[in-house]
């Protein structure tokens, strides 16, 4: 089994900084892409920033120039910097990995729990 656990959310002001981190761990041979995506209520999940095991990366319009997607690779973890935080950002932040368990295996996206992250004063 593999498991992604995020860390790191919580209550912030209007232009502060949060550090989201999503560890995976189980049966792991390889992580493609990991990424994360924010559930606002009664929305769909919306892509905020992935990053390729290469690490190439991507980003939502709304977050570009504040956020910043990076990973450790031997520790299977990506980490989403959040700075001038707006309360716009407030959502449920998923971490999700594209994750093979063995050579043989098919990449399978794997998903984290969710942290709450909300801006307010």
């Known amino acids: 089994q593999v498991q992604l656990v995020e860390s790191g959310g919580g209550l912030v002001q209007p232009g502060g900084s949060l550090r989201l981190s999503c560890t995976a761990s189980?049966?792991?041979?390889?992580?493609?892409?990991m990424g994360w995506y924010r559930q606002f209520p009664g929305k769909e999940r919306e892509l905020v920033a992935v990053?390729?095991?290469?690490?190439?990366?991507v980003y939502a319009d709304s977050v570009k120039g504040r956020f910043t997607i990076s990973r450790d690779n031997p520790k299977n973890t990506v980490y989403l910097q959040m700075n001038s935080l707006k309360p716009e950002d407030t959502a449920v932040y998923y971490c999700?990995?594209?994750?093979?368990?063995?050579?043989?295996?098919?990449?399978?996206?794997?998903w984290g729990q969710g942290t709450q992250v909300t801006v307010s004063s």
């Open positions: 189980g049966s792991i041979f390889s992580i493609n892409s």
């Open positions: 990053i390729t095991s290469g690490g190439s990366t």
């Open positions: 999700v990995g594209d994750v093979k368990s063995s050579g043989h295996d098919p990449r399978i996206t794997r």
